[in-house]
């Protein structure tokens, strides 16, 4: 498999692999579903395929799923991973990357009687059974923003993303509208690595930033958080995390992290599986408003920051809960 690792995880006390494991019933005597992932990277990467990692995780634990995966998958061979687990044929296939898109849609194709779903990231891209679910860390990139514009000296912020998708896009401008409403004045310069995992090339981007000024920095992508938590831990800036708790990495320099939760995200697509209600497989935005997405601001730094800007975080999280406050969101 290219170096990629077949793990089965079951509960304790079921051993076996493959379809002995999803054969297990779960507690009250229904059926677990059986839940398959295809992860871009190691599963306790720290961000983008650990929070999918947990959640599922967390649905086993609490016997709803019987979760078998795949990590460290490259692109040129999702395809192939992705049809040997529809041979085995589980209830749902997870493709958890943009960058298999074409792999999970070819083989969506191939197996119309199978469930699938990926992270769309920003489109709306989906199939009879090819459902399409959202990460949508732009609106806690706008709440990023605001912290950041608090906490900057120098009035210059950055950004690393991986590739302009839309996603990416919709992080950025998040990331810089939440800032400028703030300070109006301040300046935020975007570069972009070309793929999500060059940890290298992230940090040095992120470098020739510092060196214009930047001191606190938004992401996207796994790999451009890595290099720019790497470049922000060297110099003393401020970093954000990616999509989970990246703070272990960098604690006194990681500010807050843009946090999904796949637990409850994932859990609506589980729900209607579940219910028989899948097809045709649907969007699955995921909300601030419902808590699947925020920003988490590192424990580790949160007495050092300034009370304006934990005060003014927490406003914006009320509102938000409350629906007063719809955060603005541009992919272009």
């Known amino acids: 498999m290219g170096g990629a690792r077949w793990r089965v995880l079951v509960l304790a006390g079921i051993f076996g692999v493959g379809l002995v494991g999803w054969q297990t019933p779960a507690s009250g005597g229904m059926a677990r579903l059986r839940v398959a992932a295809v992860l871009p990277a190691e599963a306790n990467d ?57 792999a999970v849609f070819r083989v969506a194709a191939e197996f119309r009687d199978l469930n699938f779903a990926w992270p769309s990231f920003g489109s709306r891209d989906r199939d009879t059974n090819l459902a399409a679910y959202d990460t949508p860390v732009w609106e806690a990139s706008y709440l990023a923003g605001v912290v950041a514009a608090h906490v ?73 958080a890595r290099g720019t ?3 922000a831990r060297e110099r003393g800036v ?52 419902q808590g699947i997405t925020t920003f988490k601001v590192n424990d580790e730094v949160l007495a050092t920051l300034p009370p304006s800007a934990v005060r003014t975080l927490k406003a914006y999280i009320t509102r938000i809960e409350r629906g007063t406050f719809d955060i603005p969101i541009s992919f272009d």
């Not at 990331?175 to 999500?196: C, T, W």
């Open 229 to 231: 938590i790497e470049a």
């Open 46 to 102: 720290l961000t983008w395929t650990q929070a999918l990692h947990v959640g599922l995780l967390r649905h086993q634990r609490e016997g709803r799923i019987t979760y078998t995966y795949t990590e460290s998958v490259e692109p040129a061979e999702a395809e192939r991973v992705l049809r040997r687990y529809a041979e085995r044929r589980p209830d749902l296939i997870i493709a958890h990357s943009g960058t298999f898109r074409d």
């Open 152 to 224: 900057t000296k120098s009035g210059k912020l950055g950004f690393v993303g991986g590739i302009p998708f839309p996603g990416c896009r919709a992080i950025f401008n998040a990331f810089r509208d939440g800032a400028r409403e703030v300070k109006p004045g301040l300046e935020i310069s975007p570069v972009y690595v070309g793929n999500f995992v060059d940890i290298a090339k992230a940090k040095a981007l992120a470098l020739s930033l510092i060196d214009r000024g930047a001191d606190v920095f938004s992401i996207c992508g796994s790999g451009p």
């Open 238 to 289: 401020w970093a954000v995390g990616y999509v989970y708790d990246m703070s272990p990495l960098a604690p006194k320099n990681v500010l807050g992290s843009l946090f999904w939760d796949s637990y409850k995200g994932i859990g609506e697509l589980l729900d209607d599986l579940q219910k028989g209600t899948f097809r045709p497989a649907k969007y699955y935005a995921g909300k601030a408003k």
